[in-house]
C-alpha cells in the first residue's frame, strides 16, 4: 500500500524559509516523478513543483519559480521542497504528490498535507 507522508509546515514570516519533507513508502518511490501541490483557503489545489525520477529534471508553477526548489534523495524514498523568499499568498496546505507529470498533472497517490502559513 502506498503511503505519503508530509512534514516541516508551520508558521514562518514573510522572507522567511521554510523545507519540507515526504516520505514515501514501498516500491513507489523507485519508479515515480514525484511532485508538491498546494491548497490555499477557498482555492483550488494547484500544482507548485515537480521532480523525475532520476532528480535531474525539475519543474515548477510560475509563482514559485526562483524561490523553491524541489528535491530528492532516493537512498531514503524522500522527496523535499525547499521554500525560501516567503509570501504570505505562499499560505497553504501542502500536498505531497505521486505521479505528479512534468506538466504539473497529479497522479492519484496524495499524502494528508502540512500547513504552512507565512504571516507577520
Known amino acids: 500500500q502506498v503511503q505519503l507522508v508530509e512534514s516541516g509546515g508551520g508558521l514562518v514570516q514573510p522572507g522567511g524559509s521554510l523545507r519540507l519533507s515526504c516520505a514515501a513508502s514501498?516500491?513507489?518511490?523507485?519508479?515515480?516523478?514525484m511532485g508538491w501541490f498546494r491548497q490555499a483557503p477557498g482555492k483550488e489545489r494547484e500544482f507548485v513543483a515537480t521532480?523525475?525520477?532520476?532528480?535531474?529534471?525539475?519543474y515548477y508553477a510560475d509563482s514559485v519559480k526562483g524561490r523553491f526548489t524541489i528535491s530528492r534523495d532516493n537512498a531514503k524514498n524522500t522527496v523535499y521542497l525547499q521554500m525560501n523568499s516567503l509570501k504570505p499568498e505562499d499560505t497553504a496546505v501542502y500536498y505531497c504528490?505521486?505521479?505528479?507529470?512534468?506538466?504539473?498533472?497529479?497522479?492519484?497517490?496524495w499524502g494528508q498535507g502540512t500547513q504552512v502559513t507565512v504571516s507577520s
Open positions: 514501498g516500491s513507489i518511490f523507485s519508479i515515480y516523478d
Open positions: 521532480i523525475i525520477l532520476s532528480g535531474r529534471s525539475t
Open positions: 504528490n505521486a505521479p505528479t507529470s512534468i506538466s504539473g498533472s497529479a497522479g492519484s497517490h
